[in-house]
């Protein structure tokens, strides 16, 4: 099946920091990857769509200066925290989508930041 | 707006039947999906329906009712393992991902 691999698994940084997170799809070309967030006890919330070469699409209150989403080929995209607080400590998953015939996203197994 | 709802949580007896509803009212429809969440990992892919109807995978099954707005995931013969949080989500006409909250399952010996 399709693999989606995610990097690092957690970090723990500090305050006023930036932190990197790689999403790669590992046995396919995805067109189309997720960047979602998950708060403890809460849903997934999606936080940009991105699709290759092109720029990510951000919802509704997501900082797109602050969370910086580059999909530079169809197996990588990265997302960047940048000055990254307390507030933004959470569970970051990224989900790839390649050109299934019912378009299934394909989860990494996601990063959990922390951040002092 | 959209808006999918499932119960919040519910607990069930090992060796038991559970099933879990969905309700959603979405911009268009091109498939729902159930996923499994365990705790502090990401969801896997449990099934798709996108035609009216039940689909069954081993001890999962998935059901599905476009005019009723409705899907209901069973899980048959139920293990500890099962014990994690069942999202129901929906592709809609922009064929984006509307996530449901998640319903978490308690299963007891």
């Known amino acids: 099946g399709a693999v989606v691999s995610q990097h690092p698994s957690w970090v723990i940084c500090k305050s006023g920091t930036s932190v990197k997170i790689e999403c790669r799809s590992l046995d396919f070309q995805a067109t189309t990857m997720f960047w979602y967030r998950q708060f403890p006890k809460q849903s997934l919330m999606l936080m940009a769509t991105?699709?290759?070469?092109?720029?990510?699409?951000?919802e509704q209150g997501v900082e797109k200066d602050k969370f910086l989403i580059n999909h530079a080929s169809l197996t990588l995209s990265t997302l960047t925290v940048t000055s990254a607080h307390p507030e933004d400590s959470s569970f970051y998953i990224c989900s790839a989508r390649g050109d299934s015939d019912y378009n299934e996203q394909f989860f990494g197994p996601g990063t959990r930041l922390t951040v002092l | 707006g959209q808006n999918i709802d499932q119960p919040t949580e519910m607990t069930a007896t090992e060796g038991a039947i559970v099933q879990i509803n969905c309700t959603y009212q979405?911009?268009?429809?091109?498939?729902l999906f159930w996923y499994q969440q365990h705790a502090g990992e990401a969801p896997t892919f449990l099934s798709y329906n996108v035609l009216d109807g039940l689909e069954e995978k081993g001890r999962f099954s998935s059901f599905l009712s476009r005019s009723k707005g409705y899907s209901y995931l069973l899980l048959k013969e139920l293990q500890m393992k099962d014990s994690a949080s069942y999202l129901c989500?929906?592709?809609?006409?922009?064929?984006?991902?509307?996530w449901g909250a998640g319903t978490k399952l308690i299963i007891k010996p």
């Open positions: 979405t911009s268009g429809f091109n498939g």
């Open positions: 989500a929906v592709l809609d006409s922009n064929y984006q991902l509307i």
């Open positions: 991105s699709n290759e070469g092109s720029k990510a699409t951000y």
